[in-house]
């Protein structure tokens, strides 16, 4: 009866129907004529994580491509985030048009990462112990098996986004076995080292959770942006009714491109993104946006000495992602700089190209919510697809 009237006060408030469910990425798939299934993956830790393939799309016409793709998102975002601009510009639709099978898997922490086989995220602080070190040791590695698995072949090829980029070079530094399985690795804007992030939002954030985790650990608070029905309606109707507020507020994450993002793209960018994380990664985001170099979560020293042995955290070890990798950056992006790009660039042994792409506007969000991502990017990351599906 309580949940009946505040859904009723929410409605009068915000005219919005509060009963209203939002679509879930194979409702979304589905709609628009692309066939997809959901699958369930348990990492070693015990974290259980939904996926989601689409097996043809709905312009792919004659034979799937006997590689399959595995397409990881980036920080606070879900699969369906990946979804976002819609048929005919978002990339698991592009990919599925080309006839590939993709899969596109979550990060621990989010909507759809929000489970465990003992630890319940509500009450236990050990669920949210985590950064993007484990997304990377645990989360990709547990996802590109099971892809493996299920569709018994023996290796795939990853496209990672932002932290979906960065989690990719963890795997490979601490998991080099897996990085085995991987034909062909697309990082767009990978989220290695940030030195040189020029968002004060995200700086200012990050650098927030960090200086305040004794506080938020004493209010046993260790989670930040999960998506729950209120906030999803309030940022939705906030976008909804105002496109241009939207636009300003995105302006202010990242970097400003005009026309770039569809307006219908902004009235529901927000009811899905944030999807959730644990306060513990923004720390090591926070950590990483002065660093030098892409390093460990750093525990203090005292314990730092007992995890590493060492008084400072250790770096991974970039040398061990050796497999042919293509990597795309925006000269505007003000979340990942091209300059902390180019500086992974140098590190990587197999580095076949590196992408400026053309557009000087280009930024982060344009990577996943741009209506031009179909011309802009997708004609280079077709092509290497294509050059490595049988190789
Ligand atoms: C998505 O929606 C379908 C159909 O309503 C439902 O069966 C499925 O459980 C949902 N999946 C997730 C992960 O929420
Ligand atoms: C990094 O990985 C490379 C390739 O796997 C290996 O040869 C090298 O020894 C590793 N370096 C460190 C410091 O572990």
Redesign the pocket.
């Known amino acids: 009866m309580a949940l009946l009237n505040l859904n009723v006060l929410l409605t009068l408030l915000l005219g919005v129907d509060r009963t209203q469910k939002h679509l879930n990425f194979t409702e979304l798939t589905q709609l628009s004529g692309y066939k997809s299934e959901e699958h369930t993956v348990v990492t070693e830790d015990g974290y259980v994580l939904n996926m989601f393939r689409i097996t043809r799309g709905a312009k792919c016409v004659g034979e799937i491509k006997q590689t399959p793709v595995f397409f990881m998102p980036p920080l606070l975002s879900a699969a369906d985030t990946a979804l976002e601009p819609g048929p005919n510009a978002a990339m698991p639709y592009l990919i599925s048009d080309a006839c590939y099978d993709i899969w596109v898997g979550n990060p621990r922490g989010t909507y759809y990462g929000r489970r465990h086989m003992r630890l319940d995220p509500d009450k236990n602080k050990e669920f949210w112990q985590f950064s993007m070190n484990e997304i990377g040791t645990y989360d990709v590695p547990a996802m590109v098996d099971y892809v493996l698995d299920n569709t018994k072949k023996e290796k795939l090829m990853y496209i990672g986004f932002s932290q979906g980029g960065g989690s990719f070079f963890v795997m490979c530094s601490e998991r ?1 076995d897996m990085c085995q399985k991987i034909k062909l690795m697309i990082g767009l804007a990978p989220a290695t080292r940030l030195r040189n992030t020029k968002s004060v939002f995200l700086r200012t954030l990050c650098k927030n959770a960090e200086d305040n985790l004794d506080v938020f650990d004493r209010m046993q608070i260790w989670e930040v942006f999960g998506r729950d029905q209120v906030t999803a309606a309030v940022n939705g109707l906030f976008c909804r009714n105002n496109v241009k507020m939207c636009e300003w507020f995105v302006s202010l994450v990242d970097s400003s491109h005009p026309g770039s993002v569809a307006s219908s793209t902004y009235k529901t960018m927000l009811e899905r993104f944030p999807a959730g994380t644990s306060i513990r990664n923004l720390v090591h985001f926070s950590q990483g946006l002065r660093n030098k170099k892409f390093v460990k979560f750093n525990h203090g020293t005292e314990k730092n000495l007992k995890v590493y042995g060492h008084p400072n955290p250790p770096e991974y ?1 970039l ?2 992602a ?1 497999l042919p990798i293509l990597l795309i950056t925006g000269r505007n992006d003000a979340v990942v700089d091209v300059k902390d790009v180019k500086w992974l660039a140098r590190k990587l042994p197999e580095l076949k190209e590196f992408l400026i792409v053309e557009d000087p506007m280009w930024n982060h969000v344009d990577m996943f919510y741009s209506k031009f991502i179909k011309d802009m990017i997708f004609p280079k990351i077709l092509n290497y697809l294509l050059r490595y599906n049988e190789n």
């Open positions: 080099p070890n040398t061990a050796d």
